[in-house]
């Protein structure tokens, strides 16, 4: 496999046309798809940080606007921010009908091209866990500079401490069993973290938790930029919204029939299928449906076709 050599290069790799940029994101080129998953993630983003109509809002890792194109009609200016130039052309055709949204190519592991204090609110989804810790870091501090005083930060990264944080993490793990010790891995590749570690990183940063919610494969983290604002009001509101941003059981419950149908295969998977042939439990089945027919699309080479009962008119 070829590993590239840094961040840039890889993700401009991912994302030489729409098609690949939406997979790399997403898992589809569906823009329906990307636009239900975007819609449930900005909801989530909307509840951690109680977004206001005046509010401007920095994305750390836009990709293609998924998030971004649902929240910007909804705040005063929405900037994402990526490494990938490739992924920026993309977005910025995704959201060409906002006056109101920017975008900023990285260069490095911080907001250099962005001013002091000038965001409300930040946020970042599912894109720490292709970081190494030392930019994860290093982009924290940065947060430090460019969001104001009592600035609120939402974000996540994946969670060995709870069981299927792990099973996921032991996904990763095999195909190093083998490898040379000396052979570069993949910068893009999953990484993983847990909540104590997530804490020390925002207190050395410069921002005091709000709340986290671990109890899923995922740490979500909620902190207030030091020097302003009321954090025990903060606690309180995040927590009465806790319904509206951590992920249910029922999502982790999802979660683990999607890992356990990639290491099992079309088994593991048509049962999963069949499960959800019935979306009534709401949003979250009908989204991770979508998924694992996207998993399955992608390997029909060697699992074959998708039998005709387990896809919805």
Same mark, same amino acid.
């Given at each position: +496999?070829?590993? !590239?050599?840094?961040?840039? #290069?890889?993700?401009?790799?991912?994302?030489?046309?729409? @098609?690949?940029?939406?997979?790399?994101?997403?898992?589809?080129?569906?823009?329906?798809?990307?636009?239900?998953?975007?819609?449930?993630?900005?909801?989530?983003? +909307?509840?951690? !940080?109680?977004?206001?109509? #005046?509010?401007?809002?920095?994305?750390?890792?836009?990709? @293609?606007?998924?998030?971004?194109?649902?929240?910007?009609?909804?705040?005063?200016?929405?900037?994402g921010s990526d490494i990938s130039a490739n992924m920026l052309k993309i977005a910025r055709e995704r959201l060409s009908g906002f006056a109101n949204a920017g975008l900023t190519e990285l260069t490095r592991s911080n907001f250099k091209p962005l001013p002091d204090a000038s965001f409300d609110k930040a946020y970042s989804i599912a894109v720490f866990i292709h970081m190494d810790k030392e930019d994860f870091y290093l982009y924290l501090e940065d947060w430090a500079r460019v969001v104001k005083p009592g600035g609120l930060l939402f974000f996540d990264t994946w969670n060995t401490s709870h069981p299927s944080g792990w099973r996921r993490f032991a996904v990763e793990l095999n195909p190093f069993r083998d490898v040379v010790p000396t052979e570069r891995k993949d910068v893009a590749r999953n990484q993983f973290s847990n909540p104590e570690e997530v804490r020390s990183f925002l207190d050395h940063a410069g921002f005091d938790v709000v709340e986290m919610f671990s109890d899923s494969p995922w740490v979500q983290a909620i902190a207030m930029r030091r020097g302003g604002g009321d954090i025990e009001a903060e606690r309180r509101r995040v927590r009465a919204a806790k319904d509206r941003i951590a992920y249910s059981p029922l999502w982790t419950e999802l979660f683990d029939n999607l890992i356990a149908s990639q290491l099992e295969g079309t088994m593991s998977l048509t049962a999963a299928l069949e499960t959800m042939q019935d979306d009534s439990r709401g949003e979250e089945v009908s989204l991770f449906r979508s998924a694992f027919i996207e998993v399955w699309r992608h390997n029909e080479e060697s699992w074959g076709p998708i039998p005709e009962h387990l896809i919805k008119p």
């Open positions: +496999m070829l590993h !590239l050599p840094n961040y840039k #290069t890889t993700w401009d790799a991912k994302s030489t046309t729409p @098609v690949h940029a939406m997979l790399s994101v997403d898992g589809s080129a569906s823009e329906e798809r990307i636009r239900a998953t975007g819609a449930y993630t900005a909801r989530q983003v +909307m509840a951690a !940080l109680d977004l206001k109509s #005046t509010d401007r809002v920095l994305e750390l890792g836009c990709g @293609v606007g998924r998030i971004g194109r649902e929240l910007a009609p909804h705040i005063a200016h929405w900037e």
